[in-house]
């Protein structure tokens, strides 16, 4: 009896060559976040559920650092349980990353959803008004893109809607971006 890792890896090892289509636009967020922190502004990052621990994961791996000390990277995941519940209890869950876009986001900001399956009704409203506010934004997500499809500027879509896949992806994307920005990047 096994757990099944011989199927888990074969469905990656046919997922993986699939994402070097996603080079090109991976490099346009990271030219993009450079632009961003040349502006002096910030990243801002949300996602629910699995896709919130990535941003947070992601956020610090900028702030603090990744594979070398280089200068520190304003980023921000918006996690905060305290700022998530209030704006829960006082508006609904749609609202909660949209409120903290609204009060934290700059035209010099840029956001970035990571979502397995497009369709985040917080999300997209975070997008929304993300965009009102002269952001630049982008959206990690599965293969079809759900709802968010075509709303972001720039668009990275793991080409695939197997959930747990579509966080793996993203997670290399993001690793893969960030050893990028630490060669960009002075100490």
Sequence with gaps: ???????????????LPKMTGLDAPLLRLGQAMLACWQRRGK??????????????????????????????LAALALCDPTTITCAGNDFSFDHVFARQVEALGNASDMLIVMTTSGNSENLI?????????????????GESGGRLHGMCDIELMIPTDVTHHVQEGHKILYHTLCQWIDEQVAY
């Design 1 to 15: 009896m096994n757990v099944g890792l011989d199927r888990n890896l074969e469905e990656l090892s046919q997922l």
């Design 43 to 72: 990243v801002l990052i949300a996602g629910n559920g699995g896709s919130a621990a990535d941003a947070m994961h992601f956020a610090e791996e900028l702030v603090v650092r990744f594979k070398k000390n280089r200068q520190a």
């Design 125 to 141: 409203r975070a997008v929304t008004r993300a965009k009102e506010q002269d952001m630049i934004t982008a959206v990690l997500t």
